[in-house]
Every structure is written in structure tokens, then in C-alpha cells.
């Protein structure tokens, strides 16, 4: 007997999440959305000012409020920045964060061989406002970055912090 179910005929509620869908992990992004998580890690809404950071791990995706992410940024030279942004975005009104790297998550699961080499560097994952980088930091720690962080409120929460 053959399960009726087809994953071909889900339609993700999200563009961005189509790429998700090929790496096998639209049922996590879908869950946190059900769940009311923005961000992972996030409890669904901006963290306490000054709340202690959610520390990634393997397999584990953590999350950093801006003054977090610019102290991490500071204290591990190893750190890079991913934009998982539209090229459209990337030099808007809200810029981007100087030296990162621009993947869009849609993209972002068919071009993790790009990244291969940064797998055991701590990554901070950034996008408009947290969303889209949630998502990508349970991609890339699904996929065996030791260190993914996703940024807090994203760049509208980096920018109102004065960075």
C-alpha cells in the first residue's frame, strides 16, 4: 500500500522556503512559524534587552541581539557574516554589514558547497528582520556548521542600534 501523500504538492507559504523543502527541513521552518517563532531560538519575539545570548552548537542553531552579534564579531576573528537577502536588497536603504556574504535563501541550499570550507567557523546569519535568517541558521546547522547564529530583529534591529 502506498502513502497518498505527496511532498511534491506542498506548496511552501513562503518563497523563501521552497529551497528549504529540498534540504528536508520545511517541517522545522513550517513548526516554528505554527509555533510563533520570528527567529530561531527567538521565543517569538524580540529578546529582553540585554538577555544572554542563545549559544549555538552542532546541530544546534543559537541566536544574538545586535550588541551581541558586534561583540561576537569583535572577539572571534574567525566570524563571518551571511546576508540571505535578495540581490534587490542588498544596497537598499538599510545597506548591508561590511564583509559579509549574500546568499539568498533560496538559493542557499544549492549553494552550501560554496561554504564548505567555513563549516567550523562561527557564521552570523542576517536578513531584513530575522525571519529568513532563522530559517537558514536551522539549514546550515542541519547541515553541520558547528557555529550558526541568526541575528536578532535582523538589519532593521542592527541599523536602530546605530551599527
Request: with cysteine; net charge negative; glycine share 14%.
Amino acid at each position: 500500500m502506498t502513502d497518498e501523500r505527496s511532498t511534491q504538492s506542498a506548496r511552501p507559504a513562503h518563497k523563501g522556503l521552497q529551497g528549504l523543502a529540498s534540504a528536508g527541513l520545511l517541517a522545522i521552518a513550517i513548526a516554528l512559524a505554527a509555533a510563533g517563532c520570528t527567529a530561531v531560538g527567538g521565543g517569538g519575539g524580540p529578546a529582553a534587552e540585554g538577555a544572554p545570548a542563545i549559544h549555538a552548537g552542532p546541530g544546534r542553531p543559537g541566536v544574538l541581539e545586535p550588541a551581541q552579534a558586534r561583540a561576537y564579531l569583535a572577539q572571534h576573528p574567525r566570524t563571518w557574516v551571511l546576508d540571505v537577502r535578495e540581490p534587490e536588497e542588498w544596497n537598499n536603504e538599510l545597506g548591508h554589514i561590511e564583509g559579509s556574504i549574500q546568499i539568498p535563501l533560496g538559493e542557499l541550499p544549492a549553494r552550501l558547497g560554496e561554504l564548505e570550507s567555513r563549516k567550523q567557523d562561527p557564521v552570523i546569519v542576517v536578513c531584513r528582520s530575522g525571519r529568513r535568517s532563522g530559517n537558514a541558521v536551522v539549514l546550515l546547522a542541519g547541515s553541520g556548521f558547528r557555529e550558526a547564529y541568526n541575528l536578532e530583529g535582523g538589519l532593521l534591529a542592527w541599523r536602530e542600534a546605530g551599527y
